[in-house]
């Protein structure tokens, strides 16, 4: 009895420390990041539902050829950033440095792109080199500084805790509303699907039958022809 409960205890040990060693290893996760060349544009799609703010922080850093390391980029060197709704229309077209945030709120759910690229022909520096771009995009309730918004508001702990689940609640509605329409999208397109599927086979079937009538009309006169009838 005294082994099975030894085995037990090891076995629940070894569990804790993976589960350590797995928030450990999520907790060192840094945010991600792309290369882009010198006219390169790279483009990303982001899922957001109607009526939420999305921030995007972004640094940049510039390969250095003697060190053969990546370094800060310089002052000058600046990135534009491009945000289109689902209808193509553009959200967000704004100039800014080698280092910043944008801030845009969805009108309309569905996919977001998001489109980066550099000022490079203005930085003769940057001409013919490799840019390493550090991006971390939040959405919905993720945007909100909740140390910030307690210091503001005078928030006890009890009551900043409250504040957060709310904000939770209001972006699953979100996410539900967004569900519903995608599935609405979803069911008109099928709708629409079976209903030109139903109109062309019974086109179909009714080229077959008047193929078959001048068919059976053509033999006839065929036969006549030859006073085979």
Excluded at 214 to 223: A, D, E, N
Aim: aromatic residues 10%.
């Amino acid at each position: 009895m005294a082994g099975v409960w030894a085995r037990r205890l090891r076995a629940a040990m070894w569990h804790r420390a993976l589960l350590l060693l797995l928030w450990l290893t999520l907790a060192s996760v840094q945010g991600l990041y792309f290369h882009i060349g010198e006219t390169e544009k790279r483009c990303f799609i982001e899922e957001i539902p109607d009526e939420t703010m999305v921030i995007g922080n972004y640094r940049t850093q510039l390969w250095d050829k003697q060190t053969e390391t990546f370094l800060p980029s310089t002052p000058g060197l600046g990135m534009h950033v491009e945000v289109k709704d689902p209808d193509g229309k553009v959200v967000l077209s704004r100039q800014y440095g080698s280092e910043g945030r944008f801030t845009f709120t969805s009108h309309t759910p569905g996919d977001h792109q998001i489109c980066l690229h550099s000022n490079s022909t203005r930085m003769t520096i940057f001409a013919g080199g490799k840019l390493r771009v550090h991006l971390d995009i939040q959405v919905g309730e993720h945007t909100n500084n909740y140390p910030e918004i307690a210091a503001k508001d005078k928030l006890t702990e009890l009551q900043l805790r409250a504040r957060q689940l709310l904000d939770q609640v209001e972006q699953i509605q979100k996410e539900q509303n967004y569900q519903r329409f995608r599935e609405e999208r979803f069911r008109m397109t099928s709708e629409s699907t079976n209903q030109r599927v139903l109109w062309w086979s019974i086109a179909q079937t009714v080229i077959l039958i008047l193929t078959g009538i001048w068919q059976m009309r053509h033999l006839k006169s065929f036969f006549e022809a030859k006073k085979l009838v």
